[in-house]
């Protein structure tokens, strides 16, 4: 499964990158707006010298005209911006038009498995369904990437499963186990996942121990 990193906070990727855990970055404009970026592509280049992968870079009109003209411009920035279009008509219609020119599409703001089915057929490089979001109002998220998984896997499309509002370690494990292809994840979810406790007294009990010898 590839890990994306959920932020536009520069610290925090070049940090996760240096893990060598990262395969890509999501952003949205709440993670932009969050960090008080003012200047979007500039901040977009800089994600693109740090990390080699594919981009999300949202668009924020919600005609086809508006989101085209943002895509493109968008796009121009580096091979690897994903134009990032909302599932509402326009951004399928948008979607389809990127694809078919060779520009990578992310889908978002997906919740159900009828929406993922279009953006497939619309030929979305990736899908992103929010299971925090669904867990928020008491429906099971992982769930619905488990739907998602079967339904491409029963007709073999191309898009790429990328789960998304990922708020704790076992929203990335249980990805992993559905055999999601992409789990997106804040910076303290990747903190998260390497700790363990035993892992911390198991090291301070070997680094006790060899004090001990060198007297
Ligand atoms: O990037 C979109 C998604 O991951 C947002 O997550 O926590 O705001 O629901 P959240």
Same mark, same amino acid.
């Given at each position: 499964?590839?890990?994306? &990193?959920?932020?536009?906070?520069?610290?925090? #990727?070049?940090?996760?990158?240096?893990?060598? /855990?990262?395969?890509?970055?999501?952003?949205?404009?709440?993670? /932009?707006? *969050?960090?008080?970026? !003012? $200047?979007?592509? +500039?901040?977009?280049?800089? &994600?693109?010298?740090?990390?080699?992968?594919?981009?999300?870079?949202?668009? /924020?009109?919600?005609? %086809? $005209?508006?989101?085209? *003209?943002?895509?493109?411009?968008?796009?121009?920035? @580096?091979?690897? #911006?994903?134009?990032?279009?909302?599932?509402?008509?326009?951004?399928?219609?948008?979607?389809?038009?990127?694809?078919?020119?060779?520009? !990578?599409?992310?889908?978002?703001?997906? =919740?159900?498995?009828?929406?993922?089915? %279009?953006?497939?057929?619309?030929?979305?490089? =990736?899908?992103?369904? =929010?299971? +925090?979001?669904?867990?928020?109002?008491?429906?099971?998220?992982?769930?619905?990437?488990?739907?998602?998984?079967?339904?491409?896997?029963?007709?073999?499309?191309?898009?790429?499963?990328?789960?998304?509002?990922?708020?704790?370690?076992? @929203? /990335?494990?249980?990805?992993?186990?559905?055999?999601? @292809?992409?789990?997106?994840?804040?910076?303290?979810?990747?903190?998260?996942? #390497? @700790?363990?406790?035993?892992? $911390? #007294?198991?090291?301070?009990? =070997? %680094?006790?121990?060899?004090?001990?010898?060198?007297?």
């Amino acid at each position: 499964m590839k890990f994306f &990193i959920d932020t536009a906070n520069l610290k925090e #990727i070049k940090e996760a990158a240096s893990m060598g /855990v990262l395969d890509g970055v999501t952003t949205n404009p709440s993670l /932009v707006s *969050k960090e008080g970026h !003012k $200047d979007f592509k +500039g901040m977009l280049e800089e &994600i693109c010298k740090i990390v080699d992968g594919p981009i999300s870079a949202e668009v /924020v009109s919600t005609d %086809l $005209d508006g989101m085209l *003209k943002e895509g493109y411009d968008l796009a121009k920035i @580096h091979k690897n #911006i994903t134009i990032k279009v909302p599932l509402i008509k326009a951004g399928l219609q948008a979607c389809k038009r990127f694809t078919s020119e060779g520009i !990578k599409v992310n889908v978002t703001l997906c =919740f159900s498995p009828n929406q993922a089915l %279009l953006a497939a057929k619309a030929g979305a490089t =990736f899908i992103s369904p =929010f299971v +925090g979001r669904l867990d928020d109002i008491s429906t099971n998220g992982m769930q619905l990437i488990e739907e998602i998984v079967v339904m491409y896997e029963n007709y073999g499309y191309d898009t790429e499963v990328l789960v998304a509002s990922v708020r704790h370690p076992m @929203h /990335v494990v249980e990805a992993a186990q559905i055999g999601a @292809h992409v789990c997106t994840m804040p910076y303290k979810v990747i903190e998260q996942l #390497i @700790h363990h406790p035993l892992t $911390d #007294i198991g090291l301070q009990k =070997f %680094l006790d121990d060899w004090k001990k010898l060198k007297g």
